[in-house]
């Protein structure tokens, strides 16, 4: 696919009929004439991906109403979204998620053991239990911290952009955020920024129909989130965000504008969040089921399984043999994350700063040495 | 050595840490053709061109937002708050991202980079352009926060700050900006972060301050000297994380703390300064110790210096801390 640059704004893909590029049908069907004929090995990585993302947040939600562990953000619905802009851009490129993404950085070879140990947050989690669950880092995976304020990682990102092309590298960033996110002060400021310095950055922008409870016609009154590009002179495109082929095509032909030294885009990945906000959240409060189910009509798995089982690629029992061994292996990193100890008292004053100060040397052994400190030392 | 002004010696060490250091890269308003509205940064653009000295647009959001990332892909950025009165809009960017990366992320990711700040009064400022919010980012975890209150310090506190693996708020007292000229040394040194330094020694009663303020405390106390008192005078110049063992030294010494400062009183530093000589020198004091600071109020334009911790203020707290 290809993305304008240009003005005025009839010239834009988005305007007029406001189109949602898609390649795949319901059925797995590929459009012929959009197809970007992928490597079927590149198709299955991506698939089971996203099938894999499945399998944890279903085991997850489960963990979570066992109350073994405190909390999960879920992804049901919006892999497609996730993964493939992930394997779409480079592996040396910057990926600043929002708290939704954990199966990019898995697709980046995060391994299953460090995910489940941060939703443990045991003296294992990279982040020593300092972060509620899904608070994700992996720097491995160029994959920055996972922060809670809304909208904060689209400005980084700009900023990443900025550094490497001040550094003259080939590396793009890429802002994950959903639609609520559009609303906050980031996203004007990192939109602004980009348009002006023209930096190598993807705003991947999850249009999941839902903030919290707030729908989309109660976040903004623009046509479409895609329509927001224009004030800011930065290019933006519509994509069926549950079609696996078409955000790969569009999130790799954005990549490749913003290498060439094009500047930013904005991609509006049109796809809907089947589960609730989080494990804490209710969504029968302010939705319908109904509307739900509709939704689940378009599930992402369920298009690209049908495609690579039209393509001879996958087939019943590779359904069977992988979701066995993803369950497997979940099972082993739950059982070794409930059995590794909490972190020590002592690392909660660890890595304020690079070298601790005095004044937290001096708390660090005031609560080594409190009350509650015996059992835990 | 040559002799400078605060602005001048911030301005070299801008210049030598960009020649030095190619990742340091400016970024705010104005900073870039104009050099600044206070003209720190004056000639660094044409030196360094438009993409290290950078004019942004007029969002302390996108300028603190870009500069974490900047400093997460690797660059030293030094990004410059017009007036600490518009820090807000940033708050969000320097409270729960830059001070968090490495504690977060269990120190995966780091934010290296210094924010420059004019702040404090005396300029004719009125309420937006003279407030001292340093309180604010002190009690937030994973920030350092530096004063300097002369040229000599300026510079080598501003080279600490840019070299520190953490990030840095770096708030330059306008009302010093070109109050005074010293001698500063052209060449590179710096002056470590948390060192408060003894300016003036005495035996009587411990004055601390800091930026702006420090000289009001050394007028009052060449002004108390008159009737035979000796206050020893301490420049914090890093306001946290804290140099406390030289205040609660001194304080062993003398029995007595007036602190000053024009920020608010209420949760102030000199709140925290009396706290922590209470707890580790209570058994030395003499007498009450003693905040001297701004008002509870506003920061108001017509009445400025009667809002300010002025010398006039200074003298009598620290006859009657003397005196007690």
């Given at each position: ?32 004439s ?19 993302g ?47 993404e ?5 697709y ?29 880092t ?7 911290s ?7 990682q ?82 933006a ?98 059982d ?6 909490e972190?020590?008292?002592a ?6 700063y ?24 | ?35 600044g ?47 600490a ?5 940033a ?12 504690y ?13 700040v ?22 937030t ?48 040194y ?27 405390a ?52 000199g ?54």
């Amino acid at each position: 696919m290809e993305i304008q640059q240009s003005y005025p704004p009839s010239a834009l893909p988005w305007g007029g009929d406001q189109e949602v590029f898609a390649v795949l049908d319901n059925e797995g069907h590929a459009s012929a004439s959009k197809d970007p004929r992928l490597p079927l090995a590149l198709v299955k990585r991506i698939y089971e991906t996203m099938l894999r993302g499945r399998i944890i947040d279903e085991r997850l939600m489960k963990l979570q109403r066992q109350g073994r562990i405190g909390f999960h953000v879920g992804a049901e619905g919006e892999e497609a979204a996730i993964v493939a802009s992930a394997a779409a851009m480079e592996p040396q490129d910057w990926l600043a998620p929002c708290y939704r993404e954990v199966a990019a950085a898995l697709y980046r070879g995060l391994p299953l053991q460090t995910y489940i140990d941060n939703m443990y947050g045991n003296a294992d989690d990279t982040c020593l239990g300092r972060q509620m669950p899904d608070h994700v880092t992996a720097r491995d995976q160029r994959y920055v911290s996972v922060t809670a304020p809304i909208g904060t990682q689209i400005t980084q990102a700009v900023g990443l952009a900025w550094a490497s092309k001040l550094k003259r590298e080939d590396v793009v960033s890429a802002a994950y955020f959903g639609d609520g996110a559009t609303s906050s002060n980031d996203f004007h400021a990192a939109m602004n920024f980009a348009g002006v310095f023209k930096t190598p950055c993807l705003f991947l922008l999850r249009n999941n129909g839902w903030a919290i409870s707030v729908p989309a016609d109660r976040q903004t009154a623009s046509r479409t989130y895609a329509d927001k590009g224009i004030a800011y002179g930065v290019p933006a495109v519509r994509c069926d965000g549950n079609d696996a082929l078409a955000v790969y095509a569009t999130v790799s032909a954005a990549r490749a504008r913003a290498a060439a030294g094009e500047g930013p885009t904005l991609i509006e990945l049109v796809t809907y969040r089947l589960g609730p906000h989080t494990t804490s959240d209710d969504p029968t409060v302010y939705r319908d089921k109904a509307e739900v189910e509709e939704h689940a009509k378009a599930d992402p798995i369920v298009r690209l399984r049908k495609y690579l089982e039209h393509q001879g690629a996958w087939t019943t029992e590779d359904e069977q043999r992988f979701t066995a061994e993803a369950q497997a292996e979940l099972k082993g990193c739950i059982d070794k994350a409930e059995n590794t100890p909490e972190p020590s008292i002592a690392s909660m004053f660890e890595d304020v700063y690079a070298t601790m100060p005095a004044h937290l040397a001096e708390q660090q052994r005031q609560c080594v040495e409190g009350p509650r400190a015996k059992k835990k030392h | 050595m040559t002799q400078m002004t605060m602005v001048t010696a911030i301005n070299d060490a801008l210049r030598s840490e960009m020649r030095a250091d190619e990742r340091v890269v400016l970024l705010g308003e104005d900073v870039g053709k104009e050099g600044g509205v206070f003209r720190v940064t004056a000639g660094l653009q044409q030196e360094f061109g438009e993409d290290r000295v950078v004019d942004t647009p007029l969002s302390e959001t996108g300028i603190m937002g870009a500069a974490v990332g900047m400093a997460l892909g690797g660059l030293r950025p030094v990004p410059e708050i017009q007036f600490a009165d518009f820090i807000y809009p940033a708050l969000d960017q320097l409270v729960n991202e830059a001070s968090k990366y490495r504690y977060r992320s269990g120190g995966e990711y780091t934010c290296p980079m210094t924010v420059r700040v004019p702040v404090g009064g005396g300029i004719r400022g009125g309420h937006y352009h003279s407030q001292s919010p340093e309180s604010m980012f002190i009690h937030t975890a994973g920030l350092k926060v530096v004063c300097p209150s002369n040229p000599y310090d300026a510079k080598g506190l501003l080279l600490s700050s840019i070299r520190d693996p953490d990030p840095v708020l770096f708030f330059e007292p306008k009302r010093v900006y070109r109050a005074l000229k010293m001698d500063v040394p052209e060449e590179d040194y710096t002056v470590d972060l948390s060192s408060a330094k003894v300016v003036r020694e005495g035996e009587h009663v411990t004055c601390v301050a800091y930026g702006a303020m420090l000289f009001e405390a050394v007028a009052a106390a060449e002004e108390v000297k008159q009737q035979g008192i000796d206050v020893e005078v301490i420049d914090l110049r890093t306001l946290w994380p804290l140099d406390a063992d030289t205040v609660v030294e001194s304080v062993k010494k003398t029995g007595r703390l007036c602190v000053v400062h024009e920020a608010a009183r209420a949760c102030g530093l000199g709140g925290e300064m009396v706290a922590e000589v209470c707890e580790k020198a209570f058994l030395h004091l003499e007498a009450p110790p003693r905040r001297i600071t701004g008002w509870d109020t506003p920061f108001p334009y017509t009445l400025e210096n009667e809002y300010l911790p002025l010398a006039h203020r200074i003298t009598p707290a620290l006859l009657e801390t003397a005196r007690y």
